[in-house]
């Protein structure tokens, strides 16, 4: 991009937002004059927003005024899942006050959590802000005899209660129903809804991988599918978020670039017109491509980056390409470092880079050279959270029994006792403390209770909540050991193709 968007705010430049200013507009506060409002990838964007998270968009829109609005919501999920009627009381309360940086922090888990990515929409439509939503899902409406069944299964999969999916039905080409009182269209870029009004804008960079794999292309061009889609929606557009979805684990770091892309195109929707896209998304689809195929690519991965860096050398999402390629390679872990770091430097949105190389480390069992990746991610952006669960499970794999303790308490500070507390709690059974390890078996099952779209999505969880279960059986408690053998959530899913 020959812009930079740049996080400002809080040291972690993680904060709130930014404010984009798009060929030389201002950004505007909602009591500014009104100014004609673009047509979404028809004109360049006029004012908006980026996040790092989704969660942000509530005290930015609490910050506009915004009220009763259709929000256009683009992104893998619906952010429509429960909220407590206690959470929503508190956020009322902030929003009264205007209290922006304490709404933002209420996203953002621990003490003050009071909600997340996953139901920021709905603490939006409970504070007035939203009373419509149109849902582009990631995926093709599905077609057919069990088309129905197929989508209530997709719904459920979204975390929607079962009397909430029952309520959605076939409605010129989407899918109608509510979410909390809410009324919801889901539908999909190839059935776009004409809509009478206009509408805020919200975008997940999230969207593209899930909507890429349902479609079978590529990321550059799902990018240009649904931006073409978009225009002959002719959606006009009063505010725009973009979140990069990077730093809640929604998407991979090495695709930030996808972000970015989607930047490109609303400060110039003809991108997606050309008959080629740019060369530069080009080579970062390649590079993706590479990087996912596994280390025999590593060789050719590498060479690429370094190719592509010697005409653009200050390239974060390049040298974050050329970071995890020489990560392949035996011995050039100081090369890695170099590259990660200097991405990070860069653009401190690229700095979760240091921790996933790290990981990748760590996983291999090159412990020591990942702890050093992991010690750059910190000094870079202490106190983050991120990927804190895989660094706790991969130092419990190598018998860093209390650094593994260190990483997950962290991640349970923010994100409750699931699934931190099974893996600490076989952590303190393994070292012999059975009493340590009952208090956090106890606490993990309690939260399974008030758990809302439990899923458990790694084998190494599945498998300290059997440890867990048989702890108890062992214990003579049989009933906390039949509700982890029985709960369907608390095993791995099995492989599904489709909606």
Not at 164 to 173: I, K
Not at 182 to 193: F, N
Not at 212 to 241: C, H, N, P, S, W
Not at 461 to 480: N, P, S
């Amino acid at each position: 991009m020959t812009d930079r968007f740049r996080l400002a705010g809080a040291p972690l430049a993680f904060a709130l937002a930014t404010c984009l200013t798009l060929h030389s507009v201002p950004c505007r506060a909602a009591s500014d004059p009104p100014v004609p409002l673009p047509i979404l990838a028809v004109d360049p964007l006029v004012r908006g927003t980026v996040l790092e998270n989704h969660t942000d968009a509530l005290a930015h829109w609490v910050g506009r005024g915004d009220a009763r609005a259709v929000l256009l919501h683009v992104a893998a999920g619906h952010g429509m899942k429960v909220l407590s009627g206690e959470s929503l009381s508190a956020l009322k309360g902030l929003a009264g006050r205007k209290d922006l940086p304490a709404l933002s922090r209420a996203g953002r888990g621990g003490s003050e959590g009071l909600y997340d990515d996953g139901n920021f929409i709905r603490a939006a439509a409970g504070l007035g802000i939203i009373r419509e939503v149109v849902w582009i899902a990631p995926i093709p409406m599905p077609e057919g005899k069990d088309a129905g069944v197929q989508m209530k299964k997709f719904l459920g999969r979204t975390g929607l209660s079962a009397l909430e999916q029952e309520s959605f039905h076939p409605a010129a080409g989407c899918y109608q129903g509510k979410a909390g009182g809410i009324p919801v269209k889901v539908c999909s870029q190839e059935r776009l809804p004409a809509l009478g009004e206009t509408v805020l804008l919200s975008i997940g960079a999230d969207y593209f991988p899930h909507a890429a794999g349902q479609r079978g292309l590529t990321l550059i061009t799902e990018i240009r599918a649904l931006f073409r889609a978009l225009r002959k929606a002719r959606y006009a557009v009063r505010d725009t978020v973009v979140a990069h979805s990077v730093l809640g684990g929604y998407l991979s770091p090495d695709l930030r670039w996808v972000g970015e892309s989607v930047l490109e195109v609303l400060k110039d929707p003809s991108v997606t017109l050309a008959e080629m896209p740019p060369q530069r998304w080009n080579v970062l689809q390649k590079l993706a491509g590479l990087g996912a195929g596994g280390e025999p690519e590593g060789v050719e991965m590498l060479g690429l980056a370094l190719s592509a860096l010697e005409e653009q050398p200050h390239d974060p999402a390049l040298l974050l390409y050329a970071a995890e390629a020489a990560a392949g390679h035996t011995g050039a872990g100081d090369r890695a470092l170099a590259y990660a770091e200097e991405a990070c430097r860069i653009d401190r949105g690229r700095c979760v880079g240091l921790r996933e190389v790290g990981l990748r480390y760590l996983e291999r069992g090159e412990i020591e050279t990942g702890l050093r990746f992991i010690a750059a991610a910190e000094s870079h952006m202490p106190g983050t959270e991120y990927g804190q669960l895989d660094l706790g499970i991969a130092l419990m794999k190598a018998g860093r029994d209390e650094e593994a303790v260190a990483a997950l308490e962290v991640h349970r500070a923010r994100h409750g006792n699931f699934p931190s507390g099974f893996l600490i709690g076989a952590i303190h059974q393994f070292k012999g403390d059975r009493a340590a390890a009952r208090r956090s078996f106890d606490g993990a099952v309690a939260a399974i209770g008030s758990a809302d779209g439990l899923q458990v999505v790694r084998g190494e969880i599945a498998h300290v909540i059997a440890t867990a279960a048989a702890f108890y059986r062992e214990e003579g408690l049989k009933q906390q050991a039949e509700q982890l053998e029985r709960d369907p959530r608390l095993r791995l899913p099995s492989p599904r193709v489709g909606p």
